[in-house]
T-cell receptor, first 112, second 111 residues
């Protein structure tokens, strides 16, 4: 199935630094979702975005629904070691039911 | 509310065998989707069930099948296992179908 372009593929940062990652597509989506996955576990939903231009925060995490509806961004401020994991974006289209398209993931490593 | 549960968490099978994985969605969620996750391919959509009917299907061979029961619990079956079927199989449920909540996954290893 279709996968979204997510970048960067991996990041190595120092504790306390801010992180930015993004997801782009050639298609328009009705909803954007951001997930975090720890090794051996299922993805956990972090933030959901429903309108173009929407900016939503969840603690140190902030995500935005791009104006064109073809992209989304996730920022993590003041990173801490427990932020380590793989971050996935997902775009949702509403056709017959809702179809979910996932990004390729950004692997984040935080160096204490 | 309890989250999405999947059983078993780990499974080892040999080539040619068949396997059944189970998923219990969050209470009240009627949509259940299945995904295959491998390091090289990321999250690949298998199928989605809603009210006991398969509503969407990904590009997987017919060896992969599923079903949903009246209580929304879902099972996924893979027949004639191949080495390449080794993966983390994730189940996700949704209520308003704009957000999906994932279970912990079943790690399948085919030897």
């Amino acid at each position: 199935g279709q996968q979204l372009n997510q970048s960067p593929q991996s990041m190595f940062i120092q504790e306390g630094e801010d992180v930015s990652m993004n997801c782009t597509s050639s298609s328009i989506f009705n909803t954007w979702l951001w997930y975090k996955q720890d090794p051996g576990e299922g993805p956990v939903l972090l933030i959901a975005l429903y309108k173009a231009g929407e900016l939503t925060s969840n603690g140190r995490l902030t995500a935005q629904f791009g104006i064109t509806r073809k992209d989304s961004f996730l920022n993590i401020s003041a990173s801490i070691p427990s932020d380590v994991g793989i971050y996935f974006c997902a775009g949702v289209k509403t056709n017959t039911g809702n179809q979910f398209y996932f990004g390729t993931g950004t692997s984040l490593t935080v160096i204490p | 509310k309890a989250g999405v549960t999947q059983t078993p968490r780990y499974l080892i099978k040999t080539r040619g065998q068949q396997v059944t994985l189970s998923c219990s969605p969050i209470s009240g969620h009627r949509s259940v989707s299945w995904y295959q996750q491998t390091p090289g391919q990321g999250l690949q959509f298998l199928f989605e069930y809603f009210s006991e009917t398969q509503r969407n299907k990904g590009n997987f061979p017919g060896r992969f099948s599923g079903r949903q029961f009246s209580n929304s619990r879902s099972e996924m079956n893979v027949s004639t296992l191949e080495l390449g079927d080794s993966a983390l199989y994730l189940c996700a449920s949704s209520f308003n179908e704009k957000k999906q909540f994932f279970g912990p996954g079943t790690r399948l290893t085919v030897l």
